[in-house]
């Protein structure tokens, strides 16, 4: 015969699932954050900075954050890497606004 779940159970239950899905968000911001500051590193005047972060966007890692963070990895490193084109004054800005971009639709979620 099954028993029923006390009202304690319940609550525990409950109390797990919100706790998860706050996890769940806080790790969404932490990789929101990551690709943010990719973004700037490649627009970074220190050429080793800019190197490793073109580097992390060809990764197999970047393309997980992508996934966790339900985006288009080809699409973002197409324009990462369009960047690279650019002077530095230039791929600041742009960076910055890509960035500006990020935080309007990842982190407002």
């Not at 220190?46 to 996934?67: G, H, M, P, T, W």
């Not at 530095?88 to 960076?95: A, D, E, L, Q, T």
């Amino acid at each position: 015969m099954m028993s029923l779940l006390s009202l304690y159970d319940v609550l525990i239950m409950s109390s797990l699932c919100y706790k998860i899905k706050k996890m769940i968000s806080d790790i969404d911001k932490l990789d929101t954050l990551v690709l943010k500051q990719a973004v700037r590193d490649v627009a970074s005047k220190d050429v080793e900075k800019s190197n490793q972060a073109i580097l992390y966007f060809k990764s197999e890692d970047f393309a997980n954050l992508c996934s966790r963070l339900g985006i288009n990895s080809k699409g973002i490193v197409k324009s990462v890497l369009a960047l690279i084109d650019y002077p530095v004054i230039s791929r600041k800005k742009i960076s910055n606004d890509i960035a500006r971009e990020i935080d309007k639709s990842l982190l407002s979620k």
